[in-house]
């Protein structure tokens, strides 16, 4: 069997956030001050991390689970998994090993089913589509006990589970359950507040179409029973990663984005530079403009995944690595200047008595940038540096004077500067019961049958990507 999903509409979008870059000269510019508030705080983060489906495409390696939950040297410092909800129970013993090893090194893990139990599902003529799924409507407390069984199964296997999801994309399911807003709004209603031994998410929209998580938000009683928003980001364009309506609503609800692959899925794509910098780019959007609090990119091993298929870190992966491995679970989110020029965007965040910032320059020129703290001082700073030419390389420790530094950012380049803090205390959320710290400095969709798939952004096609 064979799968083509074709959007125009999420082509147009990708083609949007793929626009080429306006060429700056080729001198070394000047940029403005990156102001880093550190009395300013956002959202705490919860982590990083992708999924593993052991299913549709093997389980990892028990040296590949140390390359991503590990944060040694060559290791992505992955703190965040995400498990399938097999419909078949019989299944589910495939995702203990990995979800306890991620455990064990620290990560948190959740899980999204797609499907229920067969015996809970019915067909209807959804717009023409006879062969259309959807949970029957006398099964909604079954299928509350359904994701109870599973929380207890791994539980029972040694996975505490950090969430449960209500449904992977519900809003694009072709080849999985669809619901409604309205039908979600009821099972968030009437039955999540059965689930019992973890948090709750919903409801996981494909392309984070506000209109199906809208009804939650205005719902009291159907938002009492939602722990965490969970949302896709294919083909969003980043004037659409804020939401107001959480913001004024979602108090004590964790924002999280929990599937993407970006900016493609093209066969052998995960070392391609220039295009591997779009990765970095793409997670300092949903941490500033988004709010996210965890970003989770789909297979964690794959050929434009973060790991290769031979288990190495891809190029894609080292672009993950700057966030993943020195924002630490617990860590929040400071203010800073966001774009201090045409080109460069920055995030900054704190966390153990350190200062984390990750700088990105998109351009064709290198550019200096200075960076001055706010509320806080340093001494010296560490960085690492990941170009067309290297990899998450260690640099030389810059000097911190009057609570400002100045760096060299190469040409199409991310860097991760971390400094130990002085004239300000702060240690990780308590909520998060490990950390797994970096010594200063460093040294140096899918089925498993063969599959066409679109470029770009074509959402929801994790069941068919190869």
Known sequence: MKFKFKKSVNLLLACLTALPLMLTPTNVSAASDANINLSSEKQVIRGFGGINHPVWVGDLTAAQRETAFGNDQNQLGFSVLRIWVDPNP???????????????????VFASPWNPP????????????????RLRYDKYAAYAQHLN?????????????YAISVQ???????????????????????????IQGTKVMAPESFQYLKNISDPILNDPQALANMDILGAHLYGTQVNNFAYPLFKQKGAGKELWMTEVYYPNSDNNSADRWPEALDVSYHMHNAMVEGDFQAYVWWYIRRQYGPMKEDGTI??????????????????????????????TFVSAYKGNNRVVIVAINRGTSAVSQKFVLQNGNASTVSSWVTDA???LASQSAINVSNRAFTAQLPARSVTTFVANLTGTSFTADENIASEFEIELPLTDMETNVETDITPAVEPAVEAVNQ
């Open 90 to 108: 019989n299944n589910w013993a495939l995702e203990v090993a990995t979800a306890k090893r991620a455990i064990e090194k620290g990560a948190i």
């Open 389 to 391: 030419n290297r990899n």
């Open 149 to 161: 069984d599973f929380v207890t199964f791994m539980k029972n296997n040694g996975v505490n589970l």
């Open 314 to 343: 891809s190029k894609r992966g080292y672009n993950m690595a700057h966030f993943s491995k020195f924002v630490r679970p617990g860590y929040v989110r400071v203010d800073a200047s966001k774009n201090p020029d045409t080109n």
């Open 168 to 194: 992977n994309e519900p809003d694009y399911a072709h080849d999985w359950t669809w619901w409604t807003p309205q039908e979600i709004l009821r099972f968030m209603k009437e039955n999540a507040g059965s």
């Open 118 to 133: 067969s015996s809970m599902v019915e067909t209807f003529n959804r717009n023409g589509d006879t062969n259309a799924k």
